[in-house]
Nanobody, 120 residues
Framework: QVQLVESGGGWVQAGGSLRLSCAGSGLPFRSYGMAWFRQAPGKEREFVAG????????HYADFVEGRFTISRDNAKNTEYLQMNSLKPDDTAVYYC?????????????WGQGTQVTVSS
């Protein structure tokens, strides 16, 4: 059974930092693209950052503006998202996604999400 489990969300003041983790099991982690998406209240889910494949350079959404860093540890089947200089607009539920397509689609594997709240 495939599982993606996010952790590390929480509440932080503007300018603060959080590190999200996504632990995968039951899937060929090294072979799949991995990504982070987010969804704010009343908005569509949007891409944040990801690796199209294990050895690729990371891709980032324009709004990241150098504030976030994605990384993956294939030995631990875990992906990370280090978020610095957080803004209230970054408030959203953050989801980890994985799959053989790029970017991952709704038909691929998704975690349950972790809430990130940034206060001004």
């Amino acid at each position: 059974q495939v599982q993606l489990v996010e952790s590390g969300g929480g509440w932080v003041q503007a300018g603060g930092s959080l590190r999200l983790s996504c632990a995968g099991s039951g899937l060929p982690f090294r072979s799949y693209g991995m990504a982070w998406f987010r969804q704010a209240p009343g908005k569509e889910r949007e891409f944040v950052a990801g690796f199209p494949w294990s050895g690729s350079i990371p891709h980032y959404a324009d709004f990241v503006e150098g504030r976030f860093t994605i990384s993956r540890d294939n030995a631990k089947n875990t992906e990370y998202l280090q978020m610095n200089s957080l803004k209230p607009d970054d408030t959203a539920v953050y989801y980890c996604a994985a799959g053989p397509r790029w970017p991952p689609t709704v038909n691929d594997y998704w975690g349950q999400g972790t809430q990130v709240t940034v206060s001004s």
